[in-house]
């Protein structure tokens, strides 16, 4: 897949986290792009963030009851995310590190999903990226991206999925779709000019 193709996927990756996130977006619309902006509706939400940069940006919408964030942009670069949380028992925590900045965008729509993701862009000329996207109920994502110029997309529609992936040195381009309930880990460790794009589905999902 050519890098082109894979910036068009992850556009549409965003595109999906931008609707989910309407209720950020409005909120921050006419501010600047660095700081913190965070809505929260809903019952017992918590949102823990930590910024080291102050060209640095999170912008984060969470609806639905006891979603937890926990957000902290460190190291010498900027770095943006646009975190979303709607459906209730969500939780995610981010770490973004590193020379260079990193991008994150991450939507969590039913209940009880869990996001661990870590990215650290170890040069100051390249950027790492992700997108999260999950729609079931209790979907993981575990996400490790340490290098240069990483990107990843990663999506779970159904329920009950686990997809974890690592992503090291640099280079490394990872798309990995999962569409129905209950589908197998693969586990995916990438080092160095490494190219993924995996579809899995057993028919069941929404």
Same mark, same amino acid.
């Given at each position: ?94 770490? @973004?590190?590193?020379?260079?900045? !990193?991008?994150?965008?991450?939507? #969590?729509? +039913? =209940? $009880? &999903?869990?996001? /661990? %993701?870590? *990215?650290?862009? @170890?040069?100051?000329?390249?950027? !790492?990226?992700?997108?999260?996207? #999950?729609? +079931? =109920? $209790? &979907?993981?994502? /575990? %996400?490790? *991206? ?21 992503? /090291? ?38």
């Amino acid at each position: 897949m050519t890098n082109a193709a894979f910036s068009s996927r992850i556009a549409t990756g965003l595109a999906a986290c931008a609707l989910l996130a309407t209720a950020a977006a409005a909120q921050a619309q006419g501010t600047p792009e660095r700081g913190v902006f965070v809505t929260q509706i809903g019952d017992a939400p918590r949102a823990e963030i930590t910024q080291r940069n102050a060209d640095s940006l999170a912008r984060v919408a969470q609806e639905g009851a006891n979603n937890q964030l926990d957000l902290t942009q460190e190291g010498s670069a900027a770095h943006r995310a646009e975190i979303a949380q709607g459906g209730d028992d969500n939780t995610a925590s981010a770490v @973004q590190d590193g020379e260079g900045s !990193t991008d994150l965008a991450l939507a #969590q729509e +039913g =209940n $009880g &999903n869990s996001a /661990i %993701l870590f *990215q650290r862009e @170890q040069s100051a000329l390249a950027e !790492t990226s992700a997108t999260i996207l #999950q729609r +079931g =109920n $209790g &979907n993981s994502i /575990i %996400l490790a *991206q340490d290098g240069s110029d990483n990107e990843a997309l990663l999506t779970q529609e159904g329920d009950n999925n686990i997809m974890t992936a690592s992503q /090291i040195d640099s280079g490394n381009r990872l798309e990995w779709n999962q569409i129905g309930d209950d589908v197998a880990d693969l586990q995916i460790i990438q080092s160095g000019g490494a190219t993924m794009q995996v579809t899995q589905s057993n028919g069941s999902g929404g």
